[in-house]
C-alpha cells in the first residue's frame, strides 16, 4: 500500500524576515526544553535550551520563549537566511532519569529568496 | 561536527540478516543514547545508557539489542529485522549530572540509514 509520511507543518518566510516557530508540550511538569535544527541528511543539530525558571532566553539571531501556563515554547529566529531552512523540533524533558526526552513533529520552515 | 560519530552512514540488510551499527562520541560525555526517526513518527527514544548501565528500554523489540563496552562506545546490533524497521537510527551523548536532578543537552551524530529489505 501507499506509504504515509509523518505530516510536517511548513513554514515560509522571505528571505530578511523574521520567523516563529511554535510548540506545544504535554507535561506541565517538564523542566527543560530544547530546539533542534535538522537538515536533510544530518542529525539534530542543537540550537537553544531553557529551563522551566526561565520564560525567555536569547541566543545569536534566536529566542526561546517559554509558557508554562499554556504549555507552549517558541523560537524567534530574526533576519532568516537560506541557511536555517531545515525542520525544526522542539524536545521536552518528561524527567524520570532524567534524560527522558520528547520530541515533537517538528516544522519544516523554507526560506524564500 | 558534533563531536558524535556514527558508522555506517548507510545500511541495506535483508531480514535475516545481522548487522551492527556503531556509534562513538569524543565528548567525554557519560551517557548515550539511540533513538529512531521514521518518516511515519516523531524521533522516538530507544535505549539510554548513564555509566555504561542500560537505564531506559523502550518497549525496544528484542531483534534490536544495544551494547556499551565504555562511555565512549555505543552499539545496536540488529537480527532478523523488519521491513518496518527501515528508518534513521541516531545516536546522541550527554553529560550528565553536572547539576543534581537536573537534565542536560544531548549532542546528536548525523545517523545510520538503515533500508531492511
Known amino acids: 500500500g501507499e506509504s504515509v509520511g509523518l505530516h510536517l507543518p511548513t513554514l515560509s518566510v522571505q528571505e530578511g524576515d523574521n520567523s516563529i516557530i511554535n510548540c506545544a508540550y504535554s507535561?506541565?511538569?517538564?523542566?527543560?526544553f530544547i530546539w533542534y535544527k535538522q537538515e536533510s541528511g544530518k542529525g539534530p543539530q542543537f540550537i537553544i535550551d531553557?529551563?522551566?525558571?526561565?520564560d525567555k532566553r536569547q541566543g545569536q539571531r534566536v529566542t526561546v520563549l517559554l509558557n508554562k501556563t499554556v504549555k507552549h515554547l517558541s523560537l524567534q529566529i530574526a533576519a532568516t537566511q537560506p541557511g536555517d531552512s531545515a525542520v525544526y523540533f522542539c524536545?521536552?524533558?518528561?524527567?524520570?532519569?532524567?534524560?527522558?526526552?520528547?520530541f515533537g513533529p517538528g516544522t519544516r520552515l523554507s526560506v524564500l529568496p | 561536527e558534533t563531536g558524535v560519530t556514527q558508522t555506517p552512514r548507510h545500511l541495506v540488510m535483508g531480514m535475516t540478516n545481522k548487522k551492527s551499527l556503531k556509534c562513538e562520541q569524543h565528548?567525554?560525555?557519560?551517557?548515550m543514547y539511540w533513538y529512531k526517526q521514521s518518516a511515519k513518527k516523531p524521533l522516538e527514544l530507544m535505549f539510554v545508557?548513564?555509566?555504561?548501565?542500560?537505564?531506559e528500554n523502550n518497549s525496544v523489540p528484542s531483534r534490536f539489542s544495544p551494547e556499551c563496552p565504555n562511555s565512549s562506545h555505543l552499539f545496536l546490533h540488529l537480527h532478523t529485522l523488519q521491513p518496518e524497521d527501515s528508518a534513521l537510527y541516531l545516536c546522541?551523548?550527554?553529560?550528565?549530572?553536572?547539576?543534581?536532578?537536573?537534565?542536560?543537552?544531548?549532542?546528536f551524530g548525523p545517523g545510520t540509514r538503515l533500508l531492511v529489505l
Open positions: 546522541a551523548s550527554s553529560q550528565e549530572g553536572l547539576v543534581a536532578g537536573e537534565a542536560e543537552t544531548q549532542y
Open positions: 507535561n506541565s511538569a517538564s523542566d527543560y
Open positions: 531553557i529551563r522551566s525558571n526561565m
Open positions: 524536545a521536552e524533558n518528561i524527567g524520570n532519569y532524567g534524560q527522558n526526552f520528547v
Open positions: 565528548l567525554g560525555h557519560n551517557a
Open positions: 545508557y548513564s555509566l555504561e548501565e542500560r537505564v
